[in-house]
């Protein structure tokens, strides 16, 4: 073992040290992405390929995924099989679900980036919490359904938004 430690690592986390640059934790409520239950399965595979393209999820990145079981119902086989799926019913379900997955400083230790995909006011305090401690922190939310206690905190800010078909791409270049 090298003798080199800094004086942040004992030596028993010197062999597991986690480069967090770019690694991002995305906390994912379907529901409020699509504006509700009642949608058909399609639609909630579109909205996760939009989330996606807008959050700018990368592999390294880990994903929780949330919404209430009638959502889930319709969603949970159109959603990539690798990423956590949770069910939560009742009011504020999912937010809280998410909310007590990790701490926002259990958040500030092993991401470089909080990704939060819902425009919903439940978020804030924790997002907040994440960002004092060191995490940078972006929001992805449905247009017009975005929290005005998002704004002016210093959060990254995206609208979800459609992902360029194949076809499109030529347009785009």
Not at 22 to 28: E, G, P, S, Y
Not at 87 to 95: I, M, P, S, T
Not at 138 to 165: H, K, M
Request: negative net charge; contains cysteine; proline residues 4%.
């Amino acid at each position: 073992m090298s003798s080199t430690l800094n004086r942040h690592q004992s030596a028993s986390s010197a062999n597991c040290m986690i480069d967090i640059r770019d690694r991002a934790l995305h906390l994912v409520d379907l529901e409020n992405l699509a504006g509700g239950p009642g949608q058909e399965s399609t639609v909630y595979r579109d909205i996760w390929d939009d989330y996606t393209f807008s959050a700018g999820l990368n592999e390294q990145d880990h994903v929780e995924i949330a919404t209430c079981g009638l959502v889930m119902a319709e969603a949970a086989f159109s959603l990539p099989a690798r990423y956590p799926k949770h069910c939560a019913n009742g009011a504020d379900g999912a937010e809280n679900l998410l909310l007590g997955i990790v701490g926002p400083d259990f958040v500030a230790r092993r991401y470089e980036w909080l990704v939060i995909g819902s425009g919903d006011h439940a978020f804030v305090p924790y997002a907040l919490e994440a960002q004092r401690l060191g995490a940078k922190v972006r929001i992805v939310s449905a247009p017009g359904s975005r929290s005005a206690e998002f704004s002016g905190n210093g959060f990254g800010i995206r609208d979800l938004v459609s992902r360029p078909v194949a076809s499109n791409l030529a347009l785009i270049a």
